[in-house]
């Protein structure tokens, strides 16, 4: 079901949620560090973040950040450790694959090494994954919610 403009103000509006409110109040924590906020600004909006109650209230917290201010929830150490263990995670599958494959090629007794090209694609699959894992933590921030749940999302 696709959400309209009465799920996030009106009568049924949605409620925000304990761990909604730590992210926002995460990203504006990392705004006053680099001072995109000044300390006043800053301690403004922390408050308006606790005192809201739905989540069309926190979105205009951090309209005026880069990207929403998205960015700091990726580069918090929970989001890099799930990067880690996803990656880890990835590579343990691979090299699964690759020692099934090759077990079966060596039970097949074909001279032709075929296990290439499926590897191959896997190898490619788990480089990318290595080399652009960070742009994957925009998900991350999340907390594994669906976009169109997340504050932000208009």
Excluded: C
């Excluded at 680099?34 to 606790?50: A, F, P």
């Excluded at 996803?86 to 032709?112: E, I, K, N, P, Y």
């Excluded at 190898?123 to 594994?144: E, V």
Aim: hydrophobic letters at 40%.
């Amino acid at each position: 079901m696709q959400p309209n403009v009465s799920t996030w103000s009106g009568p049924n509006r949605l409620r925000t949620s304990d761990t909604e409110r730590e992210q926002i109040a995460t990203i504006l924590r990392s705004a006053m560090t680099e001072g995109r906020l000044t300390l006043e600004e800053g301690e403004e909006r922390l408050s308006g973040v606790y005192a809201a109650k739905f989540r069309d209230e926190l979105a205009p917290l951090t309209a005026d950040l880069p990207n929403g201010g998205r960015q700091a929830l990726a580069e918090t150490p929970q989001a890099r450790a799930t990067t880690r263990r996803d990656l880890r995670r990835h590579t343990g599958f691979v090299m699964f694959a690759a020692l099934l494959l090759t077990g079966l090629w060596f039970a097949s007794g074909a001279t032709f090494f075929w296990p290439v090209f499926p590897l191959a694609f896997l190898f490619m699959g788990l480089i990318r994954h290595a080399k652009y894992g960070n742009m994957r933590r925009d998900f991350h921030h999340y907390g594994h919610v669906a976009p169109w749940n997340s504050p932000g999302w208009k």
